[in-house]
Structure formats: C-alpha cells, structure tokens
C-alpha cells in the first residue's frame, strides 16, 4: 500500500486539494438539495401544498447533480487506473531488479564460499589435518558446481576456480600418497621373476606399527589419512590396488606354493611380514594348512591396517561406517574364493568312498577359516561358495568318479590295438 501511495504521489501527482474541494463543495451541495427535497416532502404530504414545479425544479437539479457526481468519479477513476498501471509497471521492474541482485548475490557468496574453503583447506594441510583439509576441498567443490549451473556466469572465472581446484586436489592427493606408502611398504621382486618360488620368498611387507601412548606420534593417524582418501573418492581406487598386490604376490602364492610360510619378523616401529620355504609334504597344500596360513596374512593386516573404522559417503543415506578390512574384502574374497576351490579344494575331493570320511576335517577347516574372516570383518554375509564347495563333497566326489571314468575311457579309444588275429578259410 506504501508503495502504490508513494509511485502515485511521485507519477502524475493527482491535485489532492482541488479533489478535495470538488468533492467537499459537491457534499454541500447535496446536503442542500436533501434539504429542499425534504422540505417538499414535508409540504406535499405534510402540508398537503402542491408545488409541481418545485418539484421538477428539484429533480432537475438532483439528476445535474449525480452527472457532475458520475463525471468526477469517472475522472477520479481513470487517472487513478492510469498512475496505478505505472505503479506495477515500477513494481514490477523493482522486482526483476531484486531477482537480479539477488542472483548475484547468491554468486558472490559461494565465490567467498568457495575462497574461504580453499584458504581453510591450505592451513588444514599444513598443519597435516587430513580430513578437515579434504573436507574443505568438497565445499570448494561444492560452491564450484553451483557456480556452474547459473547461465550467463563469467567464462573465465569459471575456467580459473576449476583450475585451481585440480590442482588443489592433486597436491593433496600427492600428500595423501605419500602418507599411505609410509603405512603399507611394498618390497616386491624383479618383474622377471614375479612369478616364481623364489621371488615370493624375497618379497617382504612392511607394515607401521601403532606408537604407544608413551611415544610422540610425528604424523597423522591411519584412519585420517584413509578417511582423506574417502572423502575425496579415492579410497576405493588406492585399495583396489593393494588388493591387487596382496592377491598376487601374497594369496595365491600361498595357495600355489605348498612349501611357501609366511612368518613376521619385529623391529621397532615395524613389522614385516617375510616368506619362507620348507619342504612339502604334498605335491598339493592341503586346505588346512593353506588356511592357516592365509588366517596368519590378514591377521597381521587386521592389526596393524585393516581394523580402521570409515565413514563411507552413500547415495540414498548420510553415511555408512565400514571397516577397512571389509571394503578390502569385498574386493578380493571373489577372486581369492575362486583361487582356493580351483588350486586347493578340488585336490582335496576323495578319489575313493573310503576316505569320505577323512574330507569331515576340511569342511570343519572351511567353517573355521569362514568364521576367523568374518571375525575380523574381512567377510560379511552368511555361507560363501567357498563353504558350499566344501559342503557338497558327494556331488563332487560324484563328478570326480565320472571324469576318472571318461579319461580312461578315452584313453582306452585311443591307444593303439596290437593283438590281432588272422582268420583262415578254415575258420
């Protein structure tokens, strides 16, 4: 209401005192007029005193009166219509004024956003505080994907704030590298000789032990420099590699090599976990002894690695607090599952029905194994298709007479045939 008053006192500037005196002089007017028609009233009915004339005169003037009254509402009507156009027509331009200043407002303010948060990420990552610094690294990006969505944004801004970004993220990245190979030291073999007995036994795993509480701790928390990594996305890819790693030249080799131990050998803020050879009793490793000694391998991992608490960003929820252990597992049970049935399992199926019995202590050895793994949350879910490998020795066990049977049978096909006879006429 204020703002149509004051657009109308300022546009066009209606006469207000000489409306005023208009309709103040028409008011007396009709008072007057109410008067005289009441006096006649009073007279014609009254008084019974006829005045015809009188009458006409007054209905004359009362119908001049209500066309001046119809003119200057008309008036007053159209030029108020006329400054009120105007008024939303000011308004309305107001508005869009506002809806543009406010824009630009919004844009300013996730520029500062996006500033400050690089400004707390640098400090943050001097003083080696992890996740706050990857934290504010989000928020940058954050304010940057906004930033992009608004049409019509300088270009080059754009261009620049993504570029130091990339940068931003890279350097942190590099930090957070450099952090994680101090955790997890990886001596691998000669790629010549990856392969071999004898390069697994020269590899070695350098694992950093947890300070106590009486020793000064000089760097950053596992679980800080992990979480870094979530936060930034990164985790999945960095410990995808390590699985890789610790399936290829730890895992299967273990199970490959039956003359193949692991064992740890201490130092002071170390702990390193080494292989040796002794020799085999089989040509196979047998199921309990392969999982004895993967349980000892992720043992050693639960300890001084894997047993880190995350917060793993979700789509559909705030957030899911895993282990590191389980993402790890998740990872590589499928493909280390597979490796233990295909190398260790299948040559442990009986090749006669009398020693079915003895195959009780390897599904036991499975179940154990299973459940040491779960323990250590390296494997969630109930029974795997390792266990259920295990479980059905009788169809295996089955299918095994069968494949005996087609390769003698095969080979019978296929041998040569020596002993003839000839046939005489006589015969």
């Known amino acids: 209401g204020s703002l149509v008053a004051a657009v109308l006192a300022h546009s066009g500037r209606l006469d207000k005192e000489d409306l005023g005196t208009r309709i103040g002089r028409l008011s007396r007017r009709v008072e007057e007029l109410k008067g005289e028609v009441c006096n006649m009233i009073n007279k014609k009915y009254n008084e019974f005193l006829p005045s015809m004339q009188s009458a006409e005169d007054l209905v004359s003037q009362v119908d001049g009166l209500s066309s001046n009254i119809d003119l200057l509402r008309a008036g007053i009507e159209n030029e108020v219509q006329r400054d009120l156009n105007v008024a939303v027509a000011e308004f309305t331009e107001l508005k869009q004024q506002l809806e543009r200043d406010t824009l630009v407002l919004s844009i300013l303010r996730k520029l500062q956003e996006f500033d400050t948060a690089i400004k707390e990420y640098n400090t943050a990552l001097l003083e080696k505080k992890y996740v706050a610094a990857a934290q504010q690294l989000e928020k940058a990006r954050s304010s940057l994907k906004m930033l992009e969505s608004r049409k019509g944004f300088e270009l080059k801004i754009l261009k620049a704030l993504g570029t130091e970004l990339t940068v931003q993220t890279q350097n942190m990245l590099y930090h957070l590298g450099e952090e994680w190979q101090k955790l997890a030291v990886w001596k691998l073999p000669p790629s010549k000789e990856s392969h071999s007995l004898e390069s697994v036994m020269h590899l070695e795993v ?6 106590s509480k009486e020793e000064e701790v000089t760097g950053p928390p596992v679980a800080a420099v992990l979480q870094a990594f979530a936060v930034l996305g990164e985790l999945h890819t960095k410990l995808k590699v390590f699985g890789q790693l610790l399936l290829k030249y730890i895992l299967k080799p273990l199970i490959s090599y039956p003359s193949l131990q692991p064992f740890t050998e201490e130092q002071s803020d170390v702990i390193i976990l080494k292989f040796k050879s002794k020799e ?35 789509e559909d929820e705030e957030g899911c607090r895993v282990t590191l252990a389980e993402l790890l597992g998740g990872m590589i049970w499928e493909e280390l599952s597979d490796c233990l049935i295909q190398n260790c399992l299948v040559n442990s199926i009986p ?31 109930d029974t ?30 296929t041998s040569e045939i020596h002993n003839t006879v000839k046939v005489t006429v006589d015969a």
């Open 206 to 211: 350098q694992l950093h032990t947890v300070p």
């Open 280 to 314: 085999p009793n089989l040509n196979h490793s047998s199921p309990v002894e392969v999982f004895d000694k993967i349980k000892l391998v992720f043992e050693v991992l639960h300890k001084y690695l894997l047993n880190v608490p995350l917060e793993q960003p979700m």
């Open 351 to 381: 090749t006669n029905s009398s020693k079915l019995e003895q195959y009780i202590e390897v599904i036991k050895s499975t179940e154990e194994f299973e459940k040491a793994l779960k323990n250590m949350r390296v494997l969630r879910g």
């Open 384 to 413: 795997t298709d390792l266990l259920k490998y295990a479980r059905n020795v009788n169809s295996h066990f089955a299918n095994k007479k069968c494949q005996d049977v087609i390769v003698t049978a095969r080979n019978l096909m």
